[in-house]
Structure formats: C-alpha cells, structure tokens
C-alpha cells in the first residue's frame, strides 16, 4: 500500500531518477507546510501572511504537478524558489526581521539552490537572494518602524525553533538525496563497467564464429570432388556468416555513434504505409533466410486503407522496426510474429507482437540495457551482443518518441513505440 502511495505520488523509479523523486518531495512538503502555517497566522490575525500561506499551498502544488506530470522541472524549481522567497519577506517584515526566523529560512533557501542548481543557474539564484537579503537589511536598519516585533520573547524563540526544525529538514533532505544519487549512479556505473568487460570477452566469441565459418567451408571449396549443389550450400553459408559479421559490426558501430552522440537525424516527409510494406518485404525475402518455417509472419493493415505521412528520418525507424522484428523471431520458437500501427491525434504508434517465451518480471528493468543478453534454457538462439533494444531505444527518443513494452512470460511479448507525426 505504501508502495503503491509513493509511486503514484513520485512516480515509478523505471520511468524517474532518485533526483527526480526528490524535487518532487519539496513543493509536496512545502505545499503541506503552508496549510499547516495558516491556522498558525490566523491566530496572530495577520490577513497578508493568512493569505501568502494559501496561495503558498498552491503555487507549491502547482510546482509538484508541473514536475510529476509535466516534468518542468527547472520552470517549477524557480516557482519553488522565487516564492520561497516572497514567504521570506513577509515573514521578515512581521516576525521581528533579522532577529526572526526569517534569516534561517533565507539561508535554507540559499543552500538549497546552491546544492540543486548548476553553473549559471546556481550564480543566478545566488546572487538574487544575498541581494534580496541586503536589501532586507537596509530596510530594517533605516526604517526600523516596519518591522513588526514578537509580543514576548517566548513566542519569538518557539517560531525561531519551528522554523529551524524545517530548515533543518530541507537542508538534511537535500544532502541525503545527493549521497543517494551518488551511490545509485556509482552502484550503475560499476553495473555498465562489468557488463561492457562481459562483452568485450564475448564479442570475441560472436567475431570467431561466422570468420571460423568463411575460413572452414572456403577451404572445403577448394576440394574438386565437391559437386555444384554442394558447392552451392557451402557459398550460402559463407554469405550467411559475412552477414552476421556485417551485422555485428553495424550493431556496435551504432551503438558507438549513439552514445557519442554523433547519431544524425535526417527529418523527411516519410509514408508510413510504404516503410511498414518495405519492412514484410525485407523479411519474407526468401534470400534472406530471416524467418522459421514453424512462424507466421503478419503485417496487420486494418489501419493502412489511407497513407499516413510523419516528419521522421526513414532510415532510423527502418532500423526500429527490423530491430524489433528480429528480436521477436529470436524469441519465437513456434507462433506469430505480427506487427503493425495503431492510430494517435499527435503520434503514430508502432508495434511488433509475438507469441514467444516472454520476459520474466525481474528483466523488465533491464531489457533497454546495452550489453544484456538474456540467456533461457528453452531452445533458443543467443547469438548476438545485446544491443538490439538499446539501439532501438535510443533512436526512438531520437526521433522525439517513446518506447515501451508488455511481456507474460510463455505468452510472449508487445513492443510499442511512438512517433510524432509532425
């Protein structure tokens, strides 16, 4: 149950960084802050800070929504702060200014920024409060009259130690965020550093394999007493082993371009109709060998009686789909394998299903990492490197979509991906 709570309130940790969670929890703190702070104004009947603390509430739950569903995340964090600040001043003016709580909320403020923002934006924010801060100053030492102060002592010591309690949990929340995100980050770097050295002893083996195949059945051309249907199917599997070598290649050299960030994006007036066409065409190719006897192979056309144009880059989606495809016929011992569209106001949504093994619940977190290959006892080809997903990934959010799944395992699994259309 609480589990379910904190999902649905800070989002699921597959679709959200730990950072993220975190600045969802100050504007939803905040926001609780300034409802509880009403009633405590009320008390000292002071009507600009009753109303400052339920606008406050608010502004602030407006800030967490912005992030949660709209993920604004730096136009909501200077909501957070720019209003954090007005609470500071008013509180200033009416709560015995620097000798008040005010000065340990515009120090919180000022430490949180710095640990939140970055170069500029950090500067900017900086800047702004110490000079909001010196002007509070001025203020007070020359016009001394506009400060209110606290009845008694007492109340201003309780309000004082009130407020320290919440700059001290703000100022603690943030720093224990920054040592989760550390040791999260440092547990994925450790987690990419083994598996790139797990490849790299495999790939070995995935290069040995087809360059044995050209060396061995080269050499068995040579002999004269092989006859023309003999000579034939040894070129085949010559072909063939080139193939997968050009094809291992291609993959890692991607992979390389993508995470260097040096992957171009050609947008053209693309027909959705003719590219999913090319893509049956590609694989039901008897030269190509793609598909097994034991599957049905399907493009569903309900949703191609008219063409449907996107501004896309071609060649990506292409290498998308085929990805997809490929990975889905690996699974698939016996079946279907269809693939497809579905239709969206401002997207066009692909998808490519099967009736293979599917994926176990505890893969769902690690099918879109580079270098995983996931290994089952059923009789399942695992050639390849694992970067099939990865790069489909990648380019999907290339080109401005998103990809996603659902996988029931010996049921098979449905890879979707979006593309806007404009």
């Given at each position: 149950?609480?589990?379910?709570?904190?999902?649905?309130l800070?989002?699921?940790s597959?679709?959200?960084?730990?950072?993220?969670?975190?600045?969802?929890?100050?504007?939803?703190?905040?926001?609780?802050?300034?409802a509880?702070?009403v009633?405590v104004?009320?008390?000292?009947?002071?009507?600009?800070?009753i109303?400052?603390s339920?606008?406050?509430?608010?502004?602030?739950l407006?800030?967490?929504?912005?992030?949660?569903?709209?993920?604004?995340?730096?136009?909501?964090?200077w909501?957070?702060?720019?209003?954090?600040?007005?609470?500071?001043?008013?509180?200033?003016?009416?709560f015995?200014g620097?000798?008040g709580?005010?000065?340990?909320?515009?120090?919180t403020?000022l430490?949180?920024?710095?640990?939140y923002?970055?170069k500029?934006?950090m500067?900017?924010?900086?800047?702004?409060?110490?000079?909001d801060?010196?002007?509070?100053?001025?203020?007070?030492?020359?016009?001394p009259?506009?400060?209110?102060?606290?009845?008694n002592?007492?109340?201003?010591?309780?309000?004082i130690?009130?407020?320290?309690?919440?700059?001290?949990?703000?100022?603690?929340y943030?720093?224990?965020?920054?040592l989760?995100?550390?040791?999260?980050k440092?547990?994925e770097?450790?987690?990419?550093?083994k598996?790139?050295?797990?490849?790299l002893?495999?790939?070995?083996?995935?290069?040995k394999?087809?360059?044995?195949?050209i060396?061995?059945?080269?050499?068995?051309?040579?002999?004269?007493?092989?006859?023309?249907?003999?000579?034939?199917?040894?070129?085949e599997?010559?072909?063939n082993?080139?193939?997968g070598?050009?094809?291992?290649?291609?993959?890692?050299?991607?992979?390389?371009?993508?995470?260097?960030?040096?992957?171009?994006?050609?947008k053209?007036?693309?027909?959705?109709?003719?590219t999913?066409?090319?893509?049956?065409?590609?694989?039901?190719?008897?030269?190509?060998?793609?598909?097994?006897?034991?599957?049905?192979?399907?493009?569903?056309?309900?949703?191609l009686?008219?063409?449907?144009?996107i501004?896309?880059?071609?060649?990506?989606?292409k290498?998308?789909?085929?990805?997809?495809?490929?990975?889905a016929?690996?699974f698939?011992?016996s079946?279907?394998?269809?693939?497809?569209?579905?239709?969206?106001?401002?997207?066009?949504?692909f998808?490519?299903?099967?009736?293979g093994?599917?994926?176990?619940?505890?893969?769902?977190?690690?099918?879109?990492?580079?270098?995983?290959?996931?290994?089952?006892?059923?009789?399942?080809?695992?050639?390849g490197?694992?970067?099939?997903?990865t790069?489909?990934?990648?380019?999907?959010?290339?080109?401005?979509g998103?990809?996603?799944?659902?996988?029931?395992?010996?049921?098979?699994?449905?890879?979707?991906?979006?593309i806007?259309?404009n």
């Amino acid at each position: 149950m609480i589990k379910k709570l904190s999902n649905f309130l800070f989002g699921y940790s597959i679709n959200h960084e730990i950072e993220h969670k975190f600045l969802l929890m100050v504007p939803l703190t905040a926001s609780v802050i300034m409802a509880l702070f009403v009633p405590v104004y009320i008390y000292y009947q002071s009507l600009p800070l009753i109303l400052v603390s339920a606008i406050g509430t608010f502004v602030f739950l407006g800030a967490y929504l912005l992030i949660r569903h709209k993920n604004f995340e730096r136009i909501a964090s200077w909501i957070i702060v720019i209003y954090a600040g007005i609470i500071s001043n008013f509180i200033w003016f009416y709560f015995e200014g620097s000798k008040g709580p005010s000065i340990e909320l515009i120090f919180t403020i000022l430490i949180c920024a710095a640990i939140y923002f970055r170069k500029i934006e950090m500067l900017l924010s900086i800047t702004l409060i110490l000079l909001d801060l010196a002007i509070l100053l001025f203020i007070e030492h020359k016009y001394p009259k506009t400060i209110i102060p606290f009845p008694n002592n007492l109340e201003r010591l309780f309000s004082i130690l009130i407020n320290s309690c919440i700059s001290g949990f703000f100022i603690l929340y943030f720093v224990f965020g920054i040592l989760k995100s550390y040791y999260q980050k440092k547990i994925e770097a450790e987690t990419v550093e083994k598996l790139k050295t797990k490849f790299l002893r495999n790939i070995s083996q995935e290069i040995k394999a087809p360059i044995n195949s050209i060396m061995g059945f080269s050499l068995l051309i040579e002999e004269s007493d092989l006859d023309e249907f003999e000579r034939k199917n040894y070129c085949e599997y010559i072909v063939n082993s080139c193939n997968g070598l050009v094809n291992l290649i291609e993959g890692i050299a991607n992979f390389t371009e993508i995470e260097s960030k040096e992957q171009k994006v050609n947008k053209t007036a693309s027909n959705v109709n003719d590219t999913l066409y090319y893509i049956y065409h590609y694989f039901t190719d008897s030269s190509q060998k793609l598909l097994n006897e034991n599957i049905e192979f399907k493009l569903n056309k309900k949703n191609l009686k008219h063409d449907i144009q996107i501004m896309t880059d071609p060649a990506h989606l292409k290498q998308i789909l085929i990805n997809l495809i490929k990975n889905a016929l690996k699974f698939t011992n016996s079946g279907r394998v269809e693939y497809g569209i579905k239709r969206n106001k401002n997207h066009v949504i692909f998808y490519v299903k099967d009736t293979g093994i599917g994926i176990p619940k505890e893969r769902h977190y690690d099918v879109f990492k580079g270098f995983t290959k996931y290994n089952t006892q059923q009789n399942i080809s695992n050639e390849g490197i694992g970067l099939g997903l990865t790069i489909s990934k990648n380019l999907t959010e290339l080109l401005g979509g998103k990809i996603w799944f659902k996988s029931e395992v010996n049921k098979g699994s449905t890879f979707y991906f979006s593309i806007p259309r404009n």
